[in-house]
């Protein structure tokens, strides 16, 4: 072997080592930043580099919009940097907004799991030059194969935080309109999610 070919195979060596040494500590950033989300949060850390692997790093411009009402949803976002506003079209066919949310925040969690099935219920718009951190059913499915234990483990993360919410949700209805209508309300809903009860496509 000639002395240039060692020196090249030094050399990619050294930058493959430098990229994984890169690469591992961009993991563990994010590995971090995750574990201080209170829905990861009781994930332990093997689990959160797990999920670290899995989402995706995207900006956005002050104005621009990271997904409009009706589109299929995908998959959720955590904001990192910046700020975006929840909008909902009102009777007058104008978007009105809802709420804002900041970094550590999360949105469209409930489409995680759908696989497109579940529209979106309302259009996400940066405020500020923002950056966000987004996990999608194919990545997640992958992530599952992989590594079947997280997956369960944060499947049954978001189960809890579905279930949480559904209580939330039931308990603003009765304080408003009433236990009864609360019970009917989400009667109705239960119907219509059991005739939606086949699995998305790709699972």
């Not at 009706?70 to 709420?99: N, T």
Request: aromatic share 6%; net charge neutral; charged share 25%.
């Amino acid at each position: 072997m000639s002395l240039a070919t060692t020196i090249s195979d030094g050399l990619r060596k050294l930058g493959k080592s430098l990229f994984r040494q890169e690469e591992d500590a961009r993991l563990r950033a994010l590995a971090d930043l995750l574990g201080e989300v209170p829905l990861f949060n009781p994930l332990p850390r093997g689990m959160l580099i797990h999920l670290a692997e899995a989402f995706h790093e995207r900006a956005y411009r002050k104005d621009e919009y990271l997904y409009y009402e009706g589109d299929p949803g995908i998959g959720l976002y955590l904001v990192r940097q910046g700020s975006v506003r929840l909008l909902v079209e009102g009777e007058d066919g104008e978007p009105q907004e809802v709420r804002e949310i900041g970094p550590n925040d999360m949105l469209g969690a409930t489409c995680l799991l759908g696989g497109g099935i579940i529209k979106r219920t309302e259009s996400a718009q940066a405020t500020s030059p923002t950056q966000v951190l987004g996990l999608f059913s194919p990545e997640f499915r992958t992530l599952q194969r992989r590594h079947p234990k997280t997956g369960a483990a944060i499947a049954n993360l978001l189960a809890r935080h579905f279930a949480q919410r559904l209580v939330g949700t039931r308990r603003i209805i009765s304080e408003r309109e009433g236990a009864i209508e609360a019970a009917q309300y989400l009667g109705q809903a239960a119907d219509e999610a059991a005739r939606h009860a086949d699995p998305p496509p790709g699972w």
